[in-house]
């Protein structure tokens, strides 16, 4: 189901002047219907958080938390688990957070603790992001996946100066 994807390409990296924001690789593709774009941040301790949306959507509130009914869910989902290989070929001791969004539609509010988006990027990460590269550290009141890479010293205090960097630039985490 996940083994088709769109090409993508790099638009831009930008350095951030910021204590734990370093910089945002903004990447593109085109699906059938439409363009995306993929925002990945690179944050202190090496790690990305890797965000997509639909490009008409940019300015969107809710960007992150739509459901377009594109039926072609699995193929931006692989794309996006691209990127990331993309940025772990060319750092190889990157690690990875990402937050299975909550779905916010017109008639529908989803809770935010363990999406649908949650679960089923746990299932996608669990076939290309070997368990034996990466130690998971799951938030399910989040819906948070934490992925530390093996390649690094001191994997458990990684993880917890990581969450707690995480916890302070974003309001809306809390601290399991």
């Not at 638009?11 to 059938?32: A, C, G, M, N, W």
């Not at 008639?107 to 130690?135: C, G, H, W």
Request: aromatic residues 18%.
């Amino acid at each position: 189901m996940f083994n088709s994807y769109y090409p993508f390409s790099l638009i831009q990296r930008t350095p951030k002047d910021s204590d734990y924001l370093h910089s945002e690789y903004v990447f593109q593709f085109r699906t059938d219907n439409r363009r995306y774009i993929i925002v990945a941040e690179e944050y202190k301790f090496n790690v990305f958080a890797v965000k997509f949306f639909p490009a008409d959507r940019k300015n969107d509130k809710h960007r992150f938390n739509l459901v377009l009914n594109d039926f072609n869910f699995a193929p931006i989902i692989r794309t996006c688990v691209n990127v990331m290989l993309w940025l772990l070929e060319r750092n190889p001791t990157a690690s990875f957070a990402y937050i299975g969004a909550n779905t916010i539609a017109s008639n529908f509010v989803e809770d935010k603790a363990l999406t649908q988006r949650y679960r089923i990027y746990e299932y996608v990460m669990d076939i290309y992001l070997s368990p034996y590269e990466f130690k998971r550290y799951f938030s399910e009141k989040n819906s948070a996946v934490l992925l530390v890479n093996l390649e690094n010293e001191d994997i458990e205090e990684r993880a917890t100066c990581i969450i707690d960097m995480f916890v302070e630039l974003y309001d809306d985490l809390s601290a399991d």
